[in-house]
């Protein structure tokens, strides 16, 4: 019969042993002892692979993988096991990027940075701030794209997806524009270098940018040309008609009406006096089609001799007007009689008009010797008489007659004059004829010629 301590009994880890003798099992136990602790480390290794290997296969990326934009644990920590995983949501720096970072697609980038805004498992649509979760293992699970507080990327146009800017998210200008402004709905915004749009077609629009840029360069006779263009063109709206009259005054002041000769001015030359010279004589010889006192006005030599070999301006005309009725103005303009559509714009007047409308529409000439200065003149109402320099001759102190021409050849009568009323000026106060102020009827008086200056009467 064998003794207990002979007897083979079961380990709780299902290995039997037995012991024969009082030594012997004292070295068996010194033996199991270290058996089971180098099973040990085994084992710890093998589960630490293990769990490694787990992580990778989970959610695909290596800590050393990690972009830029994912949340990474803070450097120097150690990992926890699996079950209690937890990333923060901190935006690594830039000074703590891993060497290893992959090459993102290069659809998507860091809109601040310029760094990768994904992951290379991250769909390439879209580019979400990613905030990881866990599933009920207490790995990491499901992606929570909602997350708002982050810089946001915008996938360039023409990419699934894009020019679509995240919920809650605003853009930086130029982050997401289309490539044709016009294309976007509702900008309103004029491109860079353009005027504000008006009812003007893009024609329009074209020539008084054009003449703005000629004026720009100092290129003062160019400009006129190009905005009178524009002035003329039946597109032109009314807003963009005054504007470029405002544009084109100081111009015309610049080249016209000042002792300045531009040499690429085609309404002006300089001429030097000659001995036997006067102004009127200048005037006619070099068929200049305006009245002598332009030119006395122009040099500022009213009360002041010539002298021989002196150098001044002439203006060579011939200029015409156009009175529109509606807008109680005169618009003074250069060039041939017969092409009106290239007429040159030269200034503008305020004029006042015939009572009830009665200053007729039509297309008239100055009438032969029809200029006159301190005209005496008969009331056709009342047969009332006012003499040459009387302070009460309602037509003041000069006078241009009109004559029809074409369809208006039967209207007569008529003309151009001063006023003694000021106020009228802007009103239907006269009898008929176009009334201006003082000095602008000595202007126009000046600039327009007999049987040559075309009068326009229009709505």
Same mark, same amino acid.
């Given at each position: 019969?064998?003794?207990?301590?002979?007897?083979?009994?079961?380990?709780?880890?299902?290995?039997?042993?037995?012991?024969?003798?009082?030594?012997?099992?004292?070295?068996?136990?010194?033996?199991?002892?270290?058996?089971?602790?180098?099973?040990?480390?085994?084992?710890?290794?093998?589960?630490?692979?293990? =769990?490694?290997?787990?992580?990778?296969?989970?959610?695909?990326?290596?800590?050393?993988?990690?972009?830029?934009?994912?949340?990474?644990?803070?450097?120097?920590?150690?990992?926890?096991?699996?079950?209690?995983?937890?990333?923060?949501?901190?935006?690594?720096?830039?000074?703590?990027?891993?060497?290893?970072?992959?090459?993102?697609?290069?659809?998507?980038?860091?809109?601040?940075?310029?760094?990768?805004?994904?992951?290379?498992?991250?769909?390439?649509?879209?580019?979400?701030?990613?905030?990881?979760?866990?599933?009920?293992?207490?790995?990491?699970? =499901?992606?929570?794209?909602?997350?708002?507080?982050?810089?946001?990327?915008?996938?360039?146009?023409?990419?699934?997806?894009?020019?679509?800017?995240?919920?809650?998210? =605003?853009?930086?200008?130029?982050?997401?524009?289309?490539?044709? /402004?016009?294309?976007?709905?509702?900008?309103?915004?004029?491109?860079?270098?353009?005027?504000?749009?008006?009812?003007?077609?893009?024609?329009?629009?074209?020539?008084?940018?054009?003449?703005?840029?000629?004026?720009?360069?100092?290129?003062?006779? @160019?400009?006129?040309?190009?905005?009178?263009?524009?002035?003329?063109?039946?597109?032109?709206?009314?807003?963009?008609?005054?504007?470029?009259?405002?544009?084109?005054?100081?111009? &015309?002041?610049?080249?016209?009406?000042?002792?300045?000769?531009?040499?690429?001015?085609?309404?002006?030359?300089?001429?030097?006096?000659?001995?036997?010279?006067?102004?009127?004589?200048?005037?006619?010889?070099?068929?200049?089609?305006?009245?002598?006192?332009?030119?006395?006005?122009?040099?500022?030599?009213?009360?002041?001799?010539?002298?021989?070999?002196?150098?001044?301006?002439?203006?060579?005309?011939?200029?015409?007007?156009?009175?529109?009725?509606?807008?109680?103005?005169?618009?003074?303009?250069?060039?041939?009689?017969?092409?009106?559509?290239?007429?040159?714009?030269?200034?503008?007047?305020?004029?006042?008009?015939?009572?009830?409308?009665?200053?007729?529409?039509?297309?008239?000439?100055?009438?032969?010797?029809?200029?006159?200065?301190?005209?005496?003149?008969?009331?056709? @109402?009342?047969?009332?008489?006012?003499?040459? &320099?009387? /302070?009460?001759?309602?037509?003041?102190?000069?006078?241009?007659?009109?004559?029809?021409?074409?369809?208006?050849?039967?209207?007569?009568?008529?003309?151009?004059?001063?006023?003694?009323?000021?106020?009228?000026?802007?009103?239907?106060?006269?009898?008929?004829?176009?009334?201006?102020?003082?000095?602008?009827?000595?202007?126009?008086?000046?600039?327009?010629?007999?049987?040559?200056?075309?009068?326009?009467?229009?709505?």
């Amino acid at each position: 019969m064998a003794l207990p301590s002979q007897t083979e009994r079961q380990t709780e880890i299902g290995r039997s042993y037995v012991l024969n003798q009082k030594n012997a099992a004292s070295g068996g136990a010194k033996l199991v002892v270290g058996v089971a602790a180098a099973l040990i480390l085994v084992a710890g290794t093998i589960w630490g692979i293990v =769990s490694f290997v787990n992580r990778k296969s989970t959610t695909g990326t290596l800590p050393s993988e990690t972009t830029t934009d994912q949340p990474r644990a803070l450097a120097g920590s150690t990992p926890p096991p699996p079950a209690a995983i937890k990333e923060t949501l901190e935006p690594a720096s830039t000074a703590s990027q891993p060497a290893t970072t992959p090459s993102p697609s290069p659809a998507l980038t860091n809109a601040t940075t310029g760094a990768p805004a994904t992951s290379p498992s991250t769909p390439a649509q879209t580019a979400p701030t990613t905030t990881p979760t866990s599933d009920a293992s207490g790995r990491p699970g =499901s992606v929570d794209v909602t997350r708002k507080d982050l810089t946001p990327t915008i996938t360039p146009a023409g990419t699934p997806g894009g020019n679509t800017p995240p919920n809650g998210t =605003s853009l930086t200008p130029g982050d997401n524009r289309p490539s044709d /402004p016009a294309a976007a709905p509702g900008n309103t915004s004029p491109l860079p270098g353009t005027l504000t749009p008006t009812g003007s077609t893009s024609e329009v629009m074209q020539l008084i940018q054009a003449g703005e840029q000629k004026a720009a360069a100092g290129d003062l006779v @160019q400009a006129r040309v190009i905005l009178s263009k524009a002035l003329l063109h039946s597109d032109a709206v009314r807003e963009d008609r005054e504007r470029i009259r405002q544009k084109l005054g100081p111009i &015309n002041q610049d080249l016209l009406f000042s002792p300045k000769i531009n040499p690429a001015d085609p309404m002006s030359e300089e001429y030097a006096i000659k001995s036997g010279d006067n102004l009127i004589r200048i005037t006619r010889n070099r068929e200049l089609a305006v009245d002598y006192r332009l030119i006395e006005r122009i040099n500022s030599l009213k009360d002041k001799p010539l002298r021989v070999g002196q150098k001044i301006k002439l203006v060579r005309g011939p200029f015409h007007a156009v009175v529109s009725k509606g807008d109680y103005r005169l618009d003074l303009f250069h060039g041939s009689p017969d092409d009106p559509q290239s007429w040159t714009y030269i200034r503008s007047f305020k004029v006042g008009l015939g009572t009830g409308n009665s200053t007729p529409l039509g297309n008239f000439v100055v009438r032969p010797r029809s200029k006159l200065v301190n005209p005496p003149w008969v009331n056709p @109402q009342t047969g009332q008489k006012f003499g040459a &320099n009387d /302070p009460k001759n309602p037509i003041g102190e000069y006078w241009l007659g009109l004559e029809g021409i074409g369809e208006s050849k039967t209207i007569t009568g008529y003309g151009i004059h001063g006023t003694i009323e000021p106020d009228s000026i802007g009103q239907q106060k006269s009898m008929g004829c176009v009334r201006l102020g003082d000095d602008d009827v000595k202007m126009i008086y000046e600039l327009l010629v007999e049987q040559v200056s075309v009068v326009k009467i229009v709505p």
